[in-house]
């Protein structure tokens, strides 16, 4: 590998995934993952195999099917973690197992409960047992950035030692600056790696104070030549490194980061989008890159300046990151081959059953809309481009009565586990009384922690997107669906949400989690 090319390892399918309220079904995890494909990521780490069966079905599917990329699997010290990333992950093309353990005193005293002589064992046993498996290994040093320096060195020498080709130095809990991570990995540059072409030193940063990019950044100044970041910084807590900042950064200043990736850039606008509407997420109006205000300019003085050059305020082409979607516009006229092409354009492809489906909704949505918007069509695909999803419940017809005399009531029709239930409640306001039914067909406990609305266009006519998010027991999950009745959208979010808790109560996560 060129000493300037840069790999770039996608972590949205596991470290993304474990931002709280984000369950995702293995045919979401192949969706986004496809999506990966198509910006050429250079690696995809799947999943965490051993933490649920859920997880390992999500993790072998990927496997599967994706061709262009390395796909991995995440594994604790242990050696059933390790065989069951194997076996989930051998079918691929190319395959890496990723193990980790805790390294900081922190989390060797409260968390392992482990001397640094019985993190250095498992780390050595681990390392050797995953390489008889797999010829593509990488470890993890947890909490690297609190960790001993000289203990550092040690078990990443240990690692390589025992065949890691990759080393990961992760700031976990986002407590790095710039300054001092170029210093730590200008450290484990020159002790560990030296003049081993073979050894790639990784980064994996978490955005706790806000600095994960400028971290990641300042890692490979100092040598790093992979960098860990998912689709829209998502990820525990504060989230992770954001893989669109981290290319177009490195599009954008070739002046003073002379390093190549792989990545199709005009690819993100479509990723950023997709992993939004399948994690149940929104993308913040002024994130950096995808965000809806990325290209906005409001002020007069910008304005000006954008009317007479665009380089005046703009630092990036919309068409780098894939913004070129038209205004307009499908009609209740428009047929099979016109929405095709349209959706081909927005950059999916679908299947001839997919296109059926997303076809016969986009039929109805234009006898209710007289236009149909790029913005409309990707509220349609959030639920056609999924593919397969969890029906445990579904919502088959709504007559709700409302008005300014209350209580307001709900007539649902609900098929739960294959089985048709007619159910009526009273609420206060339409949207209680929806969901007052629902849990009349479904009990449950959890707590409505969020809900919000938002139009997907302009006008009286633009369909709503609901976005509901529940808690129980500490599991947190988000529902989102869209139509032009709000409350049926809020209706068909709160099914959303409940399949997701459903699929969330068969999920058990292991003890650790890693970076």
Known sequence: MSSDQLIIFDTTLRDGEQSPGIALTPSEKLLIAQQLEKLKVDVIEAGFAASSPGDWDGVNLIANNIKGSTIASLARCVPDDIEQAWEAIKVADRSR??????????????????TKEEVLKDARESVKYAKKLCDDVEFSAQDATRTDKDFLIEILKVAVEEGATTINVPDTVGYATPSDYLELLKG??????????????????????????????????????????????????????????????????????????????????????????????????????????AFAHESGIHQDGMLKHAGTFEIMKPEDIGLTETNLVLGKHSGRAALRKKINDLGYSLGDNQLQDLFYRFKSLADKKKEIYDDDLLALLSDTAMGEQNDFLKLIDLDVKCGT????????????????????????????????????????????????????????????????RLEEAGKIVTGQSSDTDTVVA??????????????????????????
Request: glycine share 6%; proline share 3%; aromatic share 4%.
């Open 97 to 114: 197992i990723h193990v980790f353990t805790s390294t900081s005193d922190i989390h060797m005293e409260h968390m392992l409960r482990k």
């Open 188 to 293: 484990v540059y020159d002790e560990v790696k030296g003049k081993n072409e073979d050894i790639i030193i990784s980064t994996h940063c978490h955005n706790d104070l806000g600095m994960a990019t400028a971290n990641s950044l300042a890692a490979v100044e100092a040598g790093a030549r992979q960098v860990e970041c998912t689709i829209n910084g998502l990820g525990e807590r504060a989230g992770n490194t954001a893989l669109e900042e981290i290319v177009m950064a490195l599009k954008v200043r070739k002046d003073i980061l002379p390093y190549e990736t792989n990545m199709v850039t005009n690819k993100l606008i479509q990723a950023s989008r997709l992993v939004s509407k399948v994690s149940g997420f929104p993308v913040q109006f002024n994130k950096a890159v995808v965000g809806k205000n």
């Open 405 to 468: 005399k209350v209580p307001q009531t709900a007539k649902a029709t609900i098929i739960m586990e294959n089985k048709e239930y007619k159910v009526e409640s009273i609420g206060d306001g339409p949207v209680d009384a929806v969901f007052n039914s629902i849990k009349k067909v479904f009990p449950h406990s959890a707590r409505l922690q969020h809900f919000q609305i938002h139009a997907v266009t302009e006008g009286t006519d633009a369909q709503a997107t609901v976005s509901v």
């Open 490 to 515: 809020s209706a068909k979010a709160y099914i959303n949400s409940l399949n997701k808790l459903v699929l969330r109560r068969q999920k058990k996560a292991p003890k650790a989690i890693a970076n």
